[in-house]
């Protein structure tokens, strides 16, 4: 007993006193002080830390947002949304919750699907000009990370909007103010952006997608209700599911946290995306499992709400994985192949201009890159092979690569995706502009397992003109 109580005291004194967010709520927020580093003599990373945000979890949850604004103490709530979403009951189902609990509201349905810097500033005036206390978006990844990007903005009213974006774009600095309360209620089932600290969006002077990575933007509370899924058309429903799959293969096979590098000489400058781990690994299968049972299900019937909701489900345990772990080639080449778009016309989306959704620019290149990656971790590629449907029981470790790339074409050819870059616009003559689009995405493209140049890049490209 005399041990038992000596734990207890000197655990009271670690609470008391220690200032690391595992251990004290009061210092759950890190404070940056110049030149205060340590120097752990390492050139790669040692730790990693996990962040997600609070995950509730229900058919029908949406009707408590009322009452948790009113139990944060919100006088004025900014709600944000896209003009599609704002008529369909996603958007009612909130718009009913705050008429009963009487919270007070001011809507800005002007997102951008896939938004860009000029949209994600429109959002951030809306939301400078107000003095909002918190935060609600209804929708999917673009509504989250708009509305993530306009708190962080008029929370922070002196920054540039280049001061917090990711380098080499922007200046990548730290965030080091406190954010308003944020509600995120996603309506797709991908992007995993109720969970992370993520916002991306499309730089349109280079042509290729960008982003913001900090922690302090995650939303407080992730209000996941599987009602708002079944609402998507099945074409949004199988890219947004694409999405999920390819955040977890590549968080599964990203560079391990331990040879990152550098190793940081401040726990602020540790980078959201810090490679595989083995937290991040538990729900990154877990989500492969998932995706491997429900998304051909989910696409096929959208009245499958056992399917709709388990990648409901699926999309947030890959987010935690990613945005923990990070992803790496597929999204980092991802990028450009979104910004680049030239006419192509997506099906299931109702936008007045040309379109390649996320999830479909992230998985075209998936059969290519994981066939270059394998060599560095064939266990895992097998693995993930397995899960999605493969008999890998005779496999020799050299042709996990090929194993896995046969294994997503023919995922890929079941549910009916496009033939390739090709098929969405792309020549050949293309190819330089996307590589030069795929370099400065060095945030994610350096978690890759395996090396490569832009030689590799353009490689890549040309195998991901046609997949069958």
């Known amino acids: 007993m005399a041990g038992r109580g000596r734990a207890v005291h000197l655990l009271k004194q670690l609470a008391a006193t220690c200032r690391c967010p595992a251990h004290s709520h009061m210092y759950s927020a890190h404070t940056y002080i110049p030149g205060a580093g340590h120097a752990c003599g390492r050139k790669t990373d040692y730790a990693f830390e996990m962040a997600c945000s609070n995950i509730r979890y229900g058919e029908g949850v949406t009707r408590e947002i009322g009452m948790d604004l009113q139990n944060l103490g919100a006088r004025n709530v900014c709600l944000m949304t896209d003009r599609n979403l704002s008529r369909l009951p996603p958007v009612t189902a909130v718009l009913d919750s705050l008429a009963k609990h009487g919270v007070k509201y001011e809507c800005y349905d002007n997102v951008r699907v896939e938004p860009t810097d000029s949209s994600f500033k429109a959002a951030i005036d809306f939301a400078k000009k107000r003095d909002f206390d918190a935060y609600i978006a209804v929708g999917g990844g673009s509504v989250i990370d708009t509305c993530k990007a306009a708190n962080l903005y008029a929370c922070h009213p002196e920054a540039e909007f280049l001061d917090f974006v990711n380098a080499p774009i922007g200046k990548g600095k730290p965030v080091t103010g406190s954010l308003k309360p944020l509600i995120a209620v996603p309506t797709t089932a991908g992007t995993g952006s109720e969970t992370t600290g993520v916002a991306i969006f499309d730089f349109e002077d280079l042509k290729a997608k960008t982003g913001i990575a900090n922690r302090s933007l995650r939303p407080t509370l992730g209000m996941v209700d599987p009602l708002h899924t079944l609402h998507m058309p099945a074409q949004v429903a199988a890219n947004s599911g694409f999405d999920?799959?390819?955040?977890?293969?590549?968080?599964?096979?990203?560079?391990?946290?331990?040879?990152?590098?550098?190793?940081?000489?401040?726990?602020?400058?540790?980078?959201?995306?810090?490679?595989?781990?083995?937290?991040?690994?538990?729900?990154?299968?877990?989500?492969?499992?998932?995706?491997?049972?429900?998304?051909?299900?989910?696409?096929?019937?959208?009245?499958?709400?056992?399917?709709?909701?388990?990648?409901?489900?699926?999309?947030?345990?890959?987010?935690?994985?990613?945005?923990?772990?990070?992803?790496?080639?597929?999204?980092?080449?991802?990028?450009?192949?979104?910004?680049?778009?030239?006419?192509?016309?997506?099906?299931?989306?109702?936008?007045?201009?040309?379109?390649?959704?996320?999830?479909?620019?992230?998985?075209?290149?998936?059969?290519?890159?994981?066939?270059?990656?394998?060599?560095?971790?064939?266990?895992?590629?097998?693995?993930?092979?397995?899960?999605?449907?493969?008999?890998?029981?005779?496999?020799?470790?050299?042709?996990?690569?090929?194993?896995?790339?046969?294994?997503?074409?023919?995922?890929?050819?079941?549910?009916?995706?496009?033939?390739?870059?090709?098929?969405?616009?792309?020549?050949?003559?293309?190819?330089?502009?996307?590589?030069?689009?795929?370099?400065?995405?060095?945030?994610?493209?350096?978690?890759?397992?395996?090396?490569?140049?832009?030689?590799?890049?353009?490689?890549?490209?040309?195998?991901?003109?046609?997949?069958?």
């Not at 959201?272 to 989910?298: C, E, F, I, T």
């Not at 597929?330 to 999830?359: E, F, R, T």
């Open 244 to 468: 999920v799959l390819c955040h977890a293969l590549e968080s599964y096979t990203a560079l391990p946290y331990n040879m990152r590098s550098p190793c940081p000489d401040n726990p602020i400058s540790r980078p959201a995306y810090q490679g595989s781990n083995p937290v991040s690994d538990v729900w990154a299968r877990h989500a492969l499992h998932m995706v491997a049972k429900y998304l051909k299900r989910a696409v096929r019937d959208p009245g499958d709400v056992e399917a709709r909701s388990n990648m409901h489900l699926a999309s947030v345990f890959a987010g935690i994985g990613f945005g923990n772990a990070g992803v790496h080639l597929c999204h980092g080449m991802s990028y450009p192949i979104a910004g680049n778009v030239k006419n192509h016309k997506a099906k299931g989306y109702s936008v007045d201009h040309p379109l390649v959704p996320h999830g479909l620019s992230v998985v075209l290149t998936s059969p290519a890159v994981f066939a270059f990656t394998a060599s560095m971790c064939p266990e895992r590629h097998l693995e993930a092979a397995e899960i999605l449907g493969a008999d890998v029981r005779n496999v020799k470790r050299e042709d996990a690569g090929c194993v896995l790339a046969d294994t997503l074409r023919n995922f890929l050819y079941d549910l009916e995706v496009e033939d390739g870059l090709a098929a969405i616009g792309y020549v050949k003559e293309d190819i330089p502009a996307l590589v030069k689009g795929t370099i400065p995405q060095e945030r994610v493209t350096k978690l890759a397992p395996r090396s490569h140049t832009e030689e590799d890049l353009t490689d890549l490209f040309v195998a991901s003109m046609k997949l069958y």
